[in-house]
């Protein structure tokens, strides 16, 4: 160990095994002071330590519990879970817990990285009065294999759950408005997904590479799809656009299983590379309000052989088709067509 003024635990070596107990008299943990300690099997906290740094017990695989003396003001521990005082915010899950978790009553916050690493934790009760899921605050539980997220929760931070692989379903409670950046990226194992109707924005790269994801339904309240927010779902056949969404972003669906697609009325804005390599796509409809369709948007569709504009012709670079054998499709009505379009042939629809 070292310390500074001894006052302060700096780091662990990595090496450790066993159970620690920190000093009386220290008063602050670093962040990462025990992070790689993968034979450190306890920690006891004493009652001087008035703060702890973040991701402190990250990659202690071995820890399975973390003692907090009862006459510490700050912290507290139950089962070997460490809290704060007030018993509001969630901080440490030991890295070796095993088996199903319910998180107490009372607490409002997960902290980030709470059970990082947490590899054998098969499940956990989220109890309604929790906001926030911090970030990284599951990444890494492989045994973990299915979420209730209650009403109460407002956001899902970034990596909330990254490479959870075998999380197989995830209800998402009606309060959330955001699903943060990477949020379930390489959740390999998830096949259903319920979004509540509370979600604005789907977060960047949010479900990327979920390749069991067969189908997602978007609520109406969801305004933005961000880049690579569904990239790699290679299982992904049906996608519900809810009427709300203004803009889809860079490669938001590209390399996924869709096979037909429905842009609503409410879409202006298709990203770079959207639904590029998206083998499997037949037909596209698109809604009357899009204004701009980035460049490769359909690139390597190579079934897409129809796609009907129901509007006006946007804003569209030259290669957005590239790759596909598709024929561009317009309504009688409707402005600013030619013969061709991005290098592809431009009809009339006929009259109804």
């Not at 915010?89 to 070796?96: D, E, R």
């Not at 075998?166 to 009606?174: A, H, P, Q």
């Not at 609520?219 to 880049?227: G, L, M, R």
Request: a negative charge.
């Amino acid at each position: 160990m070292s310390a500074k003024s001894l006052s302060t635990l700096i780091k662990c070596p990595a090496g450790f095994s066993g159970a620690y107990t920190i000093p009386d008299g220290f008063t602050s943990i670093v962040d990462e002071a025990f992070s790689s300690c993968s034979f450190l099997t306890s920690v006891t906290i004493p009652d001087s330590v008035t703060a702890i740094g973040d991701r402190a017990f990250d990659g202690c695989s071995a820890l399975t519990s973390i003692n907090v003396h009862p006459d510490n003001a700050n912290y507290t521990s139950i089962d070997g879970v460490l809290l704060n005082k007030e018993l509001t915010v969630l901080i440490k899950c030991p890295g070796g817990f095993s088996g199903a978790y319910t998180i107490p009553d009372g607490v409002t916050s997960i902290d980030n990285a709470a059970f990082y690493g947490c590899s054998a934790l098969t499940s956990v009760t989220i109890p309604d009065g929790v906001t926030s899921v911090g970030g990284w605050a599951f990444s890494g539980c492989d045994s973990l294999t299915s979420v209730t997220i209650p009403d109460s929760v407002i956001a899902i931070c970034y990596c909330a759950f990254y490479m959870c692989r075998s999380l197989t379903s995830v209800i998402i409670g009606n309060s959330v408005t955001y699903i943060g950046e990477s949020a379930f990226y390489e959740c390999r194992a998830l096949a259903s997904v319920t979004i509540g109707n509370g979600v604005t924005s789907i977060g960047e790269s949010a479900f990327k590479e979920c390749r069991a994801l067969t189908s997602v339904t978007f609520p109406d309240s969801v305004t933005c799809i961000k880049n690579s927010a569904f990239i790699c779902c290679s299982a992904l056949t049906s996608v519900i656009i809810g009427d709300s969404v203004n803009s889809i972003g860079d490669w938001a669906f590209a390399h996924s299983g869709l096979t037909a697609l429905t842009i609503p009325d409410s879409v202006t804005d298709i990203g770079e590379s959207a639904f590029a390599c998206c083998y499997c796509l037949a037909s596209v409809t698109l809604g009357n309000s899009v204004f701009s369709i980035g460049d490769q948007a359909f690139d390597g569709c190579r079934d897409l052989t129809s796609v009907l504009f129901t509007g006006d012709a946007p804003k569209i670079c030259s290669s957005a088709f590239d790759d596909t054998p598709a024929t561009i499709y317009y309504r009688p009505g409707t402005s600013g067509w030619g013969t061709a379009m991005a290098g592809r042939p431009a009809v009339l629809l006929p009259c109804d």
